[in-house]
């Protein structure tokens, strides 16, 4: 198994027991739908805020693992090894 530290922005965190980072454990050669599925069940509260109904990723919402923006290196299907972060951030507009 491979522990993966999720790094939530505070929004998130009050749906995590005000928890700004959370460890999940994943099956080694895991993914970040993975470490996104053990988040969810580990804190149900933030299934909905993190994906919609059928699993895909909020329009909303950014994931990264490392520095790297998971939309561009393979979605939820990216690989995550022991000791990565993978970092959650609602997305950011303004005019």
């Not at 699993?55 to 393979?74: A, K, P, Q, W, Y």
């Amino acid at each position: 198994m491979s522990t993966v530290v999720v790094r939530l922005p505070a929004l998130l965190a009050e749906h995590a027991e005000g928890r700004r980072t959370v460890e999940v454990q994943v099956p080694d050669g895991g993914t970040v739908g993975q470490v996104l599925d053990a988040l969810t069940e580990a804190r149900p509260r933030l299934a909905w805020r993190v994906r919609d109904e059928t699993g895909t990723l909020r329009r909303h919402v950014n994931v990264f693992v490392g520095d790297e923006d998971i939309r561009g290196s393979g979605g939820q299907q990216t690989p995550v090894a022991d000791g990565d972060v993978v970092t959650v951030l609602p997305s950011v507009a303004g005019g």
